[in-house]
């Protein structure tokens, strides 16, 4: 398997070596993610091997700000590629920034654009401790649940059957009544069908069935990441299902979508499949030191934009605005306060702990030109404020970990006028026994 870490080979050529790549004489190689921006989505390359010198047989790799395994070479030479935004830090703890995510419903719906899972494609077999994709899945799951049962769980009829005495409801089931009972003499009991009205579905069922599941799974959370946050998703979720039981087959809950109001059930059910469906009853054979996983990719940008967004919400709470989007132009954050009003835009780059990208520069200058963003601001006509504009990036040395109205205008950008710029840093991985 080839190991490398998200962001590698851009400023110099990284060598990469394997007996199956000779064999492919200087093949190009790269996979991509589909990305969604605004309406529209584009393909944005995981990593790229490129033969350098095809008479020696010699490759070089760069990786992008994506994180997970997959195949080089089908079935021959896979690949990882795993969270580590510089060579002098730590491993990123992406699962900690997932939890915080987890924190405030507004982010945690945007999580599914975090990760393409390819179910159908040769599972790739890895150390226990790489696999990302499983505690990943595991939260995501967790953060739906949790605005479901926020709402509170979805009530509909549904089927049951019981063995009824000197009674009969709905359906008598004939054959079952002359097998248990008539056979053996239980001649005042008869079985029947009929509806109920509650909480116990066949969709809860199979909510609460992965629910319970990956509740096995919680020890070994304990040994990549701090799992208070998980505990405290654990006991939110847990009471809802008290009246929900687990007997339920994947073929009782057709895939069909559910509507406007209930997105979230549809996302939970889609991902309670894949949890029973790769997992089975068996979750915890995913605690060994060899396990198999699909091929999967996430996107650290994202992760970093919506861990961005939650920092700002700790502070700022609904004065804070998300994707404002204008005939094409989409902002990642418009902060509007009676003393703050700035268009701020999160960069997953290293550029900014000792410099600049221009480009970064005219794009968020131009969207505090919009007339939408002055009259969402100021509520008015008034286009000759000047609108201050942030940049705010990873920063694993002085960055700050967390932000305050006070901290976010310190780092005026030099050569621009009221732009400024804050690192953050991201949580690393600590050893753990």
Excluded at 77 to 84: A, D, G, S, W
Excluded at 403 to 409: D, E, G, M, R, V
Aim: net charge positive.
């Amino acid at each position: 398997m080839l190991q490398f870490s998200e962001h590698e080979g851009f400023n110099r050529d990284v060598p990469v070596t394997h007996k199956f790549l000779k064999v492919e004489e200087g093949k190009f190689f790269s996979k991509s993610f589909k990305k969604t921006h605004g309406n529209s989505e584009q393909l944005e390359h995981c990593y790229i091997i490129n033969c350098i010198d095809r008479e020696l047989g010699t490759y070089a790799i760069k990786t992008n700000y994506y994180i997970g395994v997959d195949w080089v070479i089908p079935n021959k030479l896979p690949i990882q590629i795993t969270p580590k935004i510089n060579n002098k830090a730590n491993q990123t703890d992406y699962l900690k920034m997932l939890l915080h995510c987890m924190k405030h419903p507004e982010v945690t719906q945007e999580i599914k654009e975090l990760v393409e899972v390819k179910w159908e494609e040769p599972k790739i077999e890895i150390e226990q401790h790489q696999d990302f994709l499983t505690p990943f899945l595991i939260i995501e799951f967790l953060g739906v649940l949790k605005r479901i049962v926020k709402k509170g769980l979805k009530k509909s009829y549904y089927k049951v059957e019981h063995n009824l005495q000197s009674s009969v409801k709905g359906k008598v089931l004939v054959s079952k009544t002359i097998k248990h009972n008539l056979a053996q003499a239980k001649n005042t009991r008869t079985y029947c069908q009929f509806e109920e009205f509650g909480v116990n579905t066949p969709k809860n069922k199979l909510l609460n069935k992965a629910f319970q599941l990956s509740k096995t799974y919680l020890p070994n959370f304990n040994k990549i990441t701090n799992a208070e946050g998980l505990k405290d998703l654990y006991n939110y979720i847990n009471p809802a299902f008290s009246q929900v039981d687990t007997q339920v087959g994947l073929h009782e809950v057709p895939q069909r979508k559910s509507g406007s109001l209930f997105k979230e059930n549809d996302e939970a059910i889609r991902l309670a499949r894949y949890i029973i469906q790769r997992y089975g009853y068996n979750i915890k054979s995913q605690t060994k030191d060899k396990v198999e996983i699909p091929p999967f990719w996430i996107d650290m940008s994202k992760l970093f934009e919506l861990y961005t967004l939650s920092l700002l919400k700790d502070r700022f709470k609904s004065k804070v605005k998300y994707h404002v989007t204008h005939k094409g132009n989409e902002l990642d954050y418009l902060l509007n306060t009676e003393t703050l009003k700035m268009v701020i835009d999160a960069k997953y780059k290293l550029a900014y702990s000792n410099g600049i990208d221009s480009q970064d520069m005219r794009q968020v200058s131009g969207y505090a030109r919009l007339k939408k963003v002055y009259d969402t601001l100021y509520g008015d006509k008034d286009y000759n404020k000047l609108i201050d504009c942030l940049i705010i990036y990873p920063d694993q040395e002085t960055g700050l970990e967390e932000i305050t109205a006070s901290n976010l205008k310190h780092v005026p950008i030099p050569d621009y006028i009221n732009i400024f710029k804050v690192g953050v840093r991201l949580p690393v991985v600590v050893e753990r026994e």
